[in-house]
C-alpha cells in the first residue's frame, strides 16, 4: 500500500477514534462480539438512532463491517485492518523522534 494511501487510512482511524462514544461502541463490540445498533444502545448510554450513526462513520473508516442478519437486522463487527495500518504509522513517527530524541540526549551529553 503506497504511504499516501496508509496515512490516509490513518487519518481516517483517528477520526473515528477521537470520539468517545465511537470508542466505546468499539469497546463493546470487542467486549461482546458482533452486534446490531439496537444491542449496542442496550450496552451503551447512547440512543440507537446515535449509534447508527457513529457505526457509519466507523464502518466508512474500516474499523467495522457491516453484516446481514435476520429479520433485516445488520450486526457490526470489528476489523482490524485499518487499526494495524494506523498502529504503523505511529510506530514509524515513534521511530523517527525516538532517533531524534537520542541524538539530543547524545549532543546534550557531550557539553
Known amino acids: 500500500m503506497p504511504a499516501e494511501d496508509r496515512e490516509a487510512v ?26 446490531t445498533a439496537t444491542d449496542l444502545a442496550e450496552r451503551l448510554p447512547i440512543t440507537r ?20 442478519g435476520e429479520r433485516r437486522r445488520v450486526r457490526y463487527r470489528l476489523s482490524s485492518a485499518p487499526m494495524r495500518v494506523a498502529q504503523q504509522f505511529l510506530a514509524a ?9 537520542d541524538a539530543l540526549a547524545e549532543h546534550l551529553g557531550k557539553t
Open 10 to 35: 490513518a487519518e481516517q482511524v483517528f477520526v473515528a477514534l477521537a470520539d468517545p462514544s465511537r470508542r466505546g461502541i468499539l469497546a463493546a463490540l470487542a467486549q461482546g462480539g458482533p452486534a
Open 49 to 68: 438512532q446515535a449509534i447508527a450513526k457513529h457505526l457509519a462513520l466507523l464502518a466508512e473508516a474500516g474499523l467495522v463491517t457491516a453484516e446481514p
Open 93 to 101: 513517527l515513534a521511530r523517527d523522534w525516538d532517533g531524534r530524541l
